[in-house]
């Protein structure tokens, strides 16, 4: 950013300066003497400017970080010879520019990236060096220099440029000169003068997805981890631990992942881990839970009576969305149900309401596409950065954060040195030092660009910093908090704040999104899997009778295959996306027809039993079972039958099928929706059809009768041969007895009523009948050349 400070110099600034150029020029006259005594070459000079790249300083404290008035300021650090002789007569000493403070934001920012010494460094600072010992090729030595503060002759307050050097000779360059340097910046405020900056400082809590979608039981009671690698994060030293008793200290606006909170509140229960590579079958017990009830009190505690910015479940990567999956169906509802889920879940755990309806798009870059998903998502809040958005340059000074942007929505246009300040090796103490202190004078400098003019300034560091830089964004926060040129806001009251009319707000174009963001993004074909996944949840979940037990677990999964931690993981997004949809098919494929093999059917009717197995933990109904016959004419297979099935159970219902005609018939048996939709794979099986024909069932019958009516016959003749009993004998010989009722009439009435009986009875098994659920069972298929009843 182009902003020139707007501090004035003080009446003593410019004999400091005329004192400085006088050194300079005495200096140069020393050197030139020095040239002359060597004998070195014109080009040598030349050549010593690359000489003072010779040596390596690495600053690796500066104490204390920000100077006070009548105070000293140490700092420490190593050298290292880069070169390939000896260093000699080393000595390691200060410098302060000779241009006095540093005039804007970007030339702290040039001053950085420069390596080689100029005369713009200043001159020593004499009766202030340490001398170190030879310096071979190859090797370090450390240094360590106390100074006065009043001997760095510090004047107006600003952002003062300290150049750590190291003098020295070598073989080939045998005079005393620099031979390495490193720059670092001195926030100096000792008038004290201007309106402090308001300072909002978010502080992210997120990380990778860490659950399955499987669990032990299709009820999701006991959730399957992907690994145990949140237990280390959330042990003492960890990132995680770090970062929450950190953040409990700091003047900070908590901005957290729900979907974070509700794994880690799972690990407060017994868990269980996924086995080397996925196994399901080798399950292992979760380490973390007593370092995850710790961790989850803590950041109640931590949290009680503090801001939080509840982000959509999952940390939803809007930009990917807004660039490949906002026109493929139900995309922008799983961002609404993130937004929401995501208040629900802060609130559940935390027991807080969270600052809602704000997006966050990966690392603030924004284009009016991403506006667009966001407000469609519910946010009306969205945080983007000033290295995206951007200023017009009618403005030298940085503006306030918040932008009225349209519909009703604000741009938050976080800083972006500020944001990425801490991005580096912060476990290297020369990294962090340079950090640390570069933060400290971009944040001094935002003040003295306007003094006289408060503006409201959002922070957004990285979504998941290392537990070093968590450390050292903490020591960064904390001294900005105490220094006078700054005081802390939250996050909402930074939303509120009154724009800047010279601001910028205007979204940049499509064409300005960073490549390097596009290149990491959810492809277009993966929300079109994510897509399938939910249209079959949606058909599986119509049969359930407990719902809520698959769809929370699944739509939660959903939501994490969109997160922004796959950023540069698309390996890693894609098993995850597809183990969704295989565990989906897994529990689909629990309720299914059991396979028949072929049956034979002899005669005109007959039932078919087929069964429906639910191998799920609850019970499944609304679906139909319907069979179709691929020769309706041969055999008719009946009307379908509802089905309803207790988890862990099986269900036969039998089918009356009647026959049309000899041959071989396919049924087709499959599971239909109440919405008339097929459910899970069908099964055929052959029926064969041998039924008699007429012409032999009249010729049997004709024989039955024959064969009736001559035992009748017989056994009349009999009676009649029978030898008479005296005078009464004539009389029974008619055929009558006492009551005079006929004994074959009596005989053919009783056989008549029995057939009656038989044929009046319910056989049972009958079309719309059922049978009773059974526990698991036998699944073993019929034998070959099974016959069904008639």
């Known amino acids: 950013m182009g902003e020139a400070a707007q501090s004035p110099g003080t009446p003593t600034a410019r004999p400091r300066r005329l004192r400085r150029a006088a050194a300079l020029i005495a200096g140069a006259s020393l050197f030139a003497g020095l040239l002359q005594a060597h004998s070195a070459p014109v080009s040598y000079a030349a050549e010593a400017g690359s000489g003072s790249r010779t040596a390596q300083v690495s600053l690796e404290s500066v104490d204390p970080i920000v100077p006070a008035k009548d105070g000293t300021i140490t700092v420490a650090g190593t050298v290292t010879n880069k070169g390939r002789d000896t260093i000699t007569g080393a000595q390691a000493g200060v410098r302060v520019a000779s241009d006095g403070p540093l005039s804007s934001r970007s030339a702290i920012s040039a001053a950085a990236a420069r390596t080689g010494y100029t005369s713009a460094d200043g001159s020593l600072l004499t009766g202030h060096t340490a001398k170190l010992p030879d310096i071979p090729a190859g090797t370090s030595s450390a240094f360590s220099l106390k100074v006065p503060v009043s001997a760095l002759e510090l004047g107006s307050d600003g952002v003062y440029q300290l150049g750590v050097t190291l003098n020295g000779q070598t073989a080939d360059e045998a005079y005393d000169h620099v031979l390495g340097i490193q720059r670092t910046f001195l926030p100096w405020y000792d008038k004290a003068e201007a309106k402090p900056t308001q300072f909002t400082f978010l502080w992210p809590l997120a990380d990778r997805p860490h659950l399955a979608v499987r669990s032990d039981t299709d009820d999701q009671q006991s959730p399957i981890f992907l690994d145990d690698g949140l237990a280390a ?57 007593e370092n995850a009830k710790l961790w989850l009190n803590n950041l109640k505690s931590a949290t009680a009576g503090h801001e939080v910015v509840a982000l959509p479940f999952g940390d939803t990567d809007i ?45 603030g870059a924004v284009d009016p596409s991403i506006i667009d998903v966001a407000t469609a998502g519910g946010a009306d809040k969205v945080i983007a950065r000033s290295d995206s958005f951007g200023e017009t340059g009618a403005i030298d000074y940085t503006p306030t954060s918040a932008r009225p942007i349209s519909g009703g929505t604000t ?60 450390q050292e964004m903490a020591r960064g926060i904390a001294a900005v908090d105490r220094s006078a040129w700054a005081e802390t806001l939250t996050f909402d009251a930074a939303t509120k704040a009154t724009a800047d009319p010279a601001a910028n707000r205007k979204v940049p174009g499509t064409s300005s999104y960073p490549d390097y963001l596009r290149k990491q993004e959810i492809s277009a074909s993966a929300f079109q899997d994510i897509q399938r996944t939910q249209g079959q949840l949606n058909g599986f979940t119509v049969i359930l009778s407990r719902k809520d037990r698959v769809t929370v677990p699944f739509t939660a999964a959903v939501l994490r295959s969109m997160s922004n931690a796959w950023r540069g993981n698309p390996d890693g997004a894609f098993v ?77 219902l039998k089918f009356t099928t009647k026959a049309g005609a000899n041959g071989l018939a396919q049924v087709t048996a499959q599971l239909y929706t109440k919405d008339g939709v097929k459910y899970g794979d069908p099964i055929t099986f052959g029926v064969k ?102």
């Open 233 to 289: 994060e959330l042990a003492p030293g960890g990132r995680l631990q770090q970062l929450v008793e950190l953040g409990k200290t700091l003047p900070i606006t908590w901005a957290i992942d729900p979907d974070l909170l509700a794994t880690i509140d799972f690990m407060t229960r017994s868990y269980r881990v996924l086995g080397p590579d996925g196994d399901i079958k080798n399950t292992t017990a979760g380490t973390g839970t």
């Open 319 to 363: 930009a990917s969305i807004a660039h490949h999956g906002k026109d493929i169906p139900a995309t922008l509802g799983h961002l609404k149900t993130a937004t929401d889920l995501g208040v629900r879940t802060v609130d559940t755990i935390l027991g807080l309401t969270p600052t809602a309806n704000v997006a966050w798009p990966a690392d």
């Open 411 to 470: 741009a938050v246009v976080t800083d972006a040195n500020l944001s990425k300040a801490f991005q580096g090796d912060m476990l290297r103490a020369s990294t962090s030092t340079l950090a640390i202190q570069e933060f400290l004078s971009q944040s001094l400098m935002i003040t003295m660009q306007a003094p006289t003019k408060q503006r409201s300034i959002v922070v957004a560091p990285q979504r998941m910093p290392t537990a070093s830089q968590a």
């Open 576 to 652: 995850f996306r597809d183990s969704i949809g295989n565990y989906l098919t897994d529990l689909m494929g629990s309720v299914h027809i059991l396979d028949k093999t072929n049956l034979t059917l002899s005669g005109r009717s007959a039932t078919i039993p087929v069964t429906v197995k639910n191998e799920l933990g609850q019970a499944v109904t609304g679906l139909e079972l319907r069979l179709t016959s691929s020769a309706a004419i041969r055999l008719d297979v009946g009307a379908p039958q509802p089905v309803t099935v207790e988890g862990g159970h099986t269900r036969s």
């Open 689 to 790: 059809v041998t039924s008699i024909t007429d012409t032999v069932m009249l010729v049997i019958a004709g024989g039955l009768l024959l064969l009736v009516l001559a035992g009748v016959r017989m056994y009349r003749q009999r009676k009649r041969r029978a030898p008479a009993d005296g005078g009464d004998g004539g009389g029974s010989g008619d055929g009558d007895d006492d009551n005079g009722n006929d004994d074959s009439g009596e005989g053919e009435g009783n056989g008549g009523n029995n057939g009656a009986g038989g044929a009046g009875g319910a056989e049972p098994g009958q079309e719309g009948d059922p049978a009773a659920d059974t526990a698991p069972e036998n699944t073993e298929p019929p034998r070959t050349g099974e016959k069904v009843d008639r």
